[in-house]
């Protein structure tokens, strides 16, 4: 949806597959690309090829794939855990694989994506997943020991600040404002503060200081959430969203 909104889905050369007809009809009057059952079609009429299943399902959507590949055929996987030699255990050590991890405000252009490109893949094949997915949002090369902890923070990042977003709306609720009010100011101040930081290039810290007058309503705030744990809350959601990930890696 983000590369169709972003033009970069020629629909002649795109196809998509699913084993069930509804989210295929469903891919096509969204995308306008061709939606069909068997994955080897897939593979068979494309060059860069996604592979979006589970990570609890991926074994099986390889072995569907596998005997469809050639060295033609760039395949991504943004499957959480599962690892570059995993995939080139199941596809063949020659295929050109990229790992990427992205989160799903991709649908909007706002993604966060971390990428690591395998042993038999070219410059140019990590210069292209560079480009898909910086298309949809931000998109940054790391290791690949690192993409895990890159699932932890911003692949399932976030449902944790959808988390925050909906606990500040129940919040102002709680004071007395209507809901929607209260859900849009939240969700405001979040995509207010994100871009604060991402624009001004200032640190979180420096931010937090200029909105905190001595002896003022923030200070109050901030001193509710730290008595809770606040930042060891978040910093353990990272840590154990990433834990699960190198566990979905070893299990499947
Ligand atoms: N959700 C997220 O925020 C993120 C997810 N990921 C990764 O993306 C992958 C997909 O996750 P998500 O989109 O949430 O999962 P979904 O279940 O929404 O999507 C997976 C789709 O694959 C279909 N499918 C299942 N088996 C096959 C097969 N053998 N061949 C073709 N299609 C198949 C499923 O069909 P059906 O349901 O009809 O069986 C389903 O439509 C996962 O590996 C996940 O780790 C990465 C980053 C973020
Ligand atoms: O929850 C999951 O497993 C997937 C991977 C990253 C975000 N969602």
């Given amino acids: 949806k983000g590369w169709a ?5 020629d629909a002649n050369r795109s196809a998509a597959s699913d084993p069930y007809p509804a989210p ?3 891919f096509t009057a969204t995308t306008n690309v061709r939606a069909v059952e068997s994955n080897a079609e897939v593979v068979a009429k494309t060059d860069v090829i996604i592979l979006a299943v589970k990570p609890q399902t991926m074994s099986a959507a390889l072995a569907e794939v596998r005997s469809s590949l050639t060295d033609k055929k760039l395949v991504v996987s943004i499957a959480a855990g599962i690892t570059l030699k995993q995939l080139a255990e199941n596809l063949g050590t020659n295929t050109r694989l990229v790992r990427v991890m992205p989160n799903t405000p991709c649908l909007l252009g ?3 994506a971390g990428f690591a490109v395998g042993p038999a893949a070219t410059k140019a094949d990590g210069d292209l997943v560079a480009r898909l997915f910086n298309a949809v949002g931000k998109a940054y090369a790391v290791p690949e020991s690192q ?5 932890g923070l911003s692949g399932s990042g976030p ?3 959808y988390v ?3 606990a500040l709306a129940d919040g102002g609720v709680r004071v007395g404002l209507p809901r929607d009010i209260a859900l849009s100011l939240a969700a405001q101040t979040v995509f207010g503060s994100a871009k604060m930081v991402l624009e001004t290039g200032t640190h979180p810290a420096a931010l937090k200081d200029a909105v905190a007058s001595p002896g003022g309503t923030t200070i109050a705030g901030l001193h509710a959430l730290e008595r809770a744990g606040f930042r060891a809350a978040a910093m353990d959601a990272v840590e154990a969203a990433a834990k699960r990930a190198t566990e979905l890696g070893s299990k499947n």
Wanted: charged share 25%.
């Fill in 5 to 9: 909104a972003a033009g970069l889905l």
């Fill in 24 to 26: 295929r009809e469903k």
């Fill in 110 to 112: 706002a993604s966060a």
């Fill in 147 to 151: 993409l895990d902890a890159v699932t």
């Fill in 159 to 161: 449902a944790f600040v």
């Fill in 164 to 166: 925050l977003i909906e």
